[in-house]
């Protein structure tokens, strides 16, 4: 049976490329609106005095991001007097569920310039999206104005996955990293002397506990972007709805997520058996004395707890103050087992489908989502374009 077709109703028609309404057009991102949607962008998300040259930074990065693999997918929305009314960053991937294959949109930057729009952008730029050839739409990183926008629309919510956690280790390093990156203008050799003596003071109070996971047989070690690629796809093999990545497409991707710069160079790890089969894998970005980002981490079976402590020992290793990373239900349980981990809400994590065999595969959690499935490894999702 083709599932796409049994769900999805009469066969899909081609959508005009140019949506107009009373309230102006909605059509596909161009070059001639970078500038202006970099500008929208770094107002909206960044928050300070805009700048020349962190524009045109910020608009050739997401031409190479929306417009340099072909056909744009990326959506702008034009008012009726010709100005930008809002923006939905979309990237295309594929999936598949239990073998057959699905076209998927991965939704990033969502705004409206508030100086132009009449609250029409928002659900005009969701509507035309959800006309298209898409089988589902995703996102990882909703802020809670764009969950406004999209509760309405049937979009899934999925609330383990809206979770961030935090593994402190060093907590007076950690609190100054933090306020590094917020000014960073604030001098780090004033900070350091304060963190060392606050961390001596915490002894052994964030020292890792000893894991059950641990064992003799179970060996951890450091893997290139290749070696990480080739791996992947197996160890995601138990999920029905994941990804279907073809022809060298996640070398690719791993490529661009090393371009994000904010947290540190991007790092692999795997997790080993004494046959030497890899039993989980992770990335994430780190530096000594920065705070680790956790990118992607997996595992088959039940090997999450040694995978997960492959993932604290190496941040550890690497001299990191603490990790953070996106939560999913089948790690959850090996992350009370550790001390000074934290968790809040980072941001929504949701999918829309019109087949009801995506939404019960959603809604029963057997979905490989977030990470490399995302928008939080492009640069738009921290990085702060126009600085050094």
């Known amino acids: 049976m083709d599932l796409v077709s049994a769900n999805a109703g009469p066969e899909k028609v081609a959508a005009p490329s140019v949506h107009e309404s009373q309230h102006g057009s909605v059509r596909p991102l161009a070059a001639g609106d970078l500038e202006r949607v970099a500008a929208l962008f770094l107002t909206k998300f960044r928050h300070r ?121 060093q907590p007076g390093a950690m609190a100054a990293a933090v306020l590094q990156r917020k000014w960073p203008g604030l001098a780090r050799l004033a900070l350091s002397p304060c963190a060392r003596a606050f961390d001596a003071l915490a002894g052994r109070r964030f020292e890792p506990p000893v894991q059950a996971s641990s064992s003799r047989r179970i060996h951890h070690k450091r893997v290139d972007a290749a070696q990480f690629a080739e791996q992947l796809p197996a160890l995601m093999s138990d999920y029905a709805l994941r990804p279907s ?87 959850l349980p090996q992350l009370f087992g550790y001390n000074g981990v934290f968790f809040r809400y980072a ?10 065999e995506v ?12 990470g490399l499935m995302g928008d939080r490894w492009t640069r738009l999702s921290s990085d702060d374009f126009g600085r050094a």
């Open 49 to 169: 005095r805009l700048r020349d040259h962190a524009i045109a930074q910020t608009a050739e990065y997401m031409k190479q991001l929306y417009l340099d693999g072909g056909e744009s997918n990326a959506l702008v929305q034009i008012n009726p007097q010709g100005s930008l009314g809002g923006f939905l960053g979309v990237l295309r991937a594929r999936y598949e569920l239990n073998g057959t294959a699905l076209n998927a949109a991965i939704i990033g930057p969502f705004m409206a310039d508030p100086g132009t729009d009449h609250g029409w952008a928002g659900p005009q730029l969701l509507r035309v999206l959800h006309q298209g050839e898409f089988d589902l739409q995703l996102t990882d990183s909703a802020n809670r104005t764009s969950l406004a926008f999209a509760r309405p629309m049937k979009y899934q919510l999925l609330p383990v996955h809206c979770l961030e956690w935090t593994c402190v280790f």
């Open 245 to 331: 990545w073809k022809d060298g497409e996640l070398p690719r991707l791993l490529a661009l997520a090393a371009e994000k710069r904010a947290d540190g160079p991007l790092h692999f790890g795997g997790t080993y058996d004494e046959a030497g089969k890899m039993l989980g894998c992770h990335a994430f970005y780190g530096r000594a004395g920065g705070i680790a980002n956790l990118l992607q981490v997996q595992a088959s079976g039940p090997h999450w707890g040694a995978t997960l402590d492959g993932v604290i020992a190496a941040a550890r290793e690497m001299g990191c103050a603490g990790i953070i990373g996106q939560t999913q239900g089948r790690f």
């Open 347 to 356: 941001g929504g994590t949701m999918v829309r489908s019109r087949i009801a």
């Open 359 to 370: 939404t019960e595969a959603v809604r029963s959690g057997d979905i490989f989502i977030g």
